[in-house]
């Protein structure tokens, strides 16, 4: 459960799909690694909150307990601790796993790949993380997907509001998994027992006031917001949350002016409740193993991407080219196998992509037919005139017409 099987037209499309995340990547100077699929399980565990309970754990073989990998976030930051690097900004593309609920119609795997760009070192503020939205949002435009929103958020306001509504410290992460999950509020907050109903019900006016309120990069001012938000919750820890994020250095503000110059700003929204429930453990991915790096990055979810490209190609009825052959050779008379072989043997010495029919006396309306029904482009025809002259016919299969070269 949880994995599939990919003919050669989905296997193709996925192919054009990572194509077009790893040229993204390339174009924005990062260099690719490779890690093992297996981790010692020490290095994974504890590393991601509640995610833990999916890590696939393996039995003891030849003395080490392994992993396999849950992540590619985990492993780089093993790999940078272990080189002893400080700066670098890398790309991977690879699967990992977990032992999830699968739901294959949303794509949603237990193997599937991520498609991780970080940039890891010491650098001014928002510069790096403003070129990490960039690149989501060239991606997403560059696959057509349709109108998109770009949310950003600083985690230390949401850490104030719960501060207010009664949350109490160790349970801010849990918190921030179910303000993840707004769609389920009404039920996630009273049921995990975060905290009390007055909470919960201070928190819903809070989140009313930031649902209503998002700043798109155009709208830089956030004073009136932060009025207003104060008046519902009037408390100090909550201000110094909000100061620390919007205040000193407006760190929020600045990477919204740095998206502004770089992408259209409707596109990209400063949206108080946009939350990803991180651990503290994951969020010092390089911490733990002494050394600190600071690093930011994005991971695209290629799998939702895909499955959203399978059905539309599916509904269009579009047929998807599965190889990339350029030719083929063909014959139109019988005893002209070796014909064949010499020419073809030419074309891939020259690296042009051929394919030949594995007949000894194919017919040639045969031969155009599988053209047409794989979508190689040209036929070359070498024939016994052909030969006697020197020359091979060359026919556009699309519109049938032929020249002699």
Same mark, same amino acid.
């Given at each position: 459960?949880g ?30 690694i ?57 790309y ?56 998109f929103?770009?949310k ?26 179910t ?7 009404s ?19 809070? *989140?009313?006031?930031?649902? &209503?309120?998002? !700043?798109?990069?155009? =709208?830089?001012? @956030?004073? $009136?917001?932060?009025?207003? %938000? ?36 409707e ?19 390089i ?10 990055? *994005?991971?695209?979810?290629? &799998?939702?991407? !895909?499955?959203?490209? =399978?059905?539309? @190609?599916? $509904?269009?009825?579009?047929? %998807? ?7 083929l ?40 037919q ?36």
């Open positions: 459960q994995t599939r099987d990919h003919a050669p037209a989905q296997a193709a499309l996925r192919e054009r799909l990572l194509g077009t995340v790893v040229s993204c990547f390339k174009r924005h100077g990062a260099a690719a490779d890690t093992p699929v297996l981790e010692l399980r020490d290095t994974l565990v504890g590393k991601y909150g509640e995610g833990a309970k999916l890590i696939y754990e393996l039995q003891d073989q030849g003395g080490e307990l392994l992993a396999l990998r849950y992540d590619l976030t985990v492993p780089f930051a093993r790999y940078l601790a272990m080189n002893k690097i400080s700066k670098m900004k890398r991977h593309v690879a699967k990992v796993y977990r032992r999830d609920n699968p739901a294959t119609t949303r794509g949603r795997y237990r193997e599937f790949y991520q498609c991780d760009f970080d940039i890891a070192g010491q650098f001014d503020p928002m510069i790096p993380d403003a070129e990490c939205l960039k690149i989501v949002h060239e991606i997403l435009s560059d696959l057509q997907l349709g109108d929103v770009i950003v958020n600083d985690r230390r306001i949401l850490n104030g509001v719960f501060a207010v509504c009664g949350v109490p410290e160790s349970q801010f992460i849990p918190a921030c998994c303000v993840d999950k707004l769609d389920k509020v039920t996630g907050l009273r049921g995990r027992h975060f905290w009390s109903w007055d909470g919960c019900l201070r928190l819903g006016s809070v *989140v009313a006031v930031l649902v &209503e309120k998002s !700043f798109t990069a155009a =709208e830089m001012g @956030l004073g $009136a917001w932060l009025v207003r %938000l104060l008046t519902v919750v009037p408390h100090k820890l909550c201000l110094c949350g909000l100061m620390e994020a919007v205040g000193e250095g407006n760190i929020l503000q600045q990477l919204m002016s740095f998206c502004a110059l770089q992408m259209p700003w596109e990209v929204r400063s949206e108080m409740v946009a939350e990803k429930g991180l651990s503290p453990e994951a969020a010092d991915r911490g733990e193993y002494g050394r600190k790096v600071p690093c930011v990055g *994005v991971s695209i979810g290629i &799998e939702r991407i !895909f499955s959203i490209l =399978e059905q539309r @190609l599916e $509904a269009s009825g579009e047929k %998807l080219r599965t190889t990339e052959t350029q030719v050779v063909a014959t139109p008379q019988k005893h002209l196998l070796a014909a064949r072989m010499k020419l073809i043997s030419e074309l891939w010495d020259a690296g042009i992509k051929a394919e030949m029919l594995y007949k000894k006396d194919p017919k040639l309306l045969k031969q155009l599988y053209c047409e029904d794989t979508g190689i482009p040209l036929a070359a025809i070498v024939g016994e005139q052909e030969l006697a002259d020197g020359v091979v016919k060359l026919r556009d299969v699309a519109t049938r017409k032929e020249v002699r070269v």
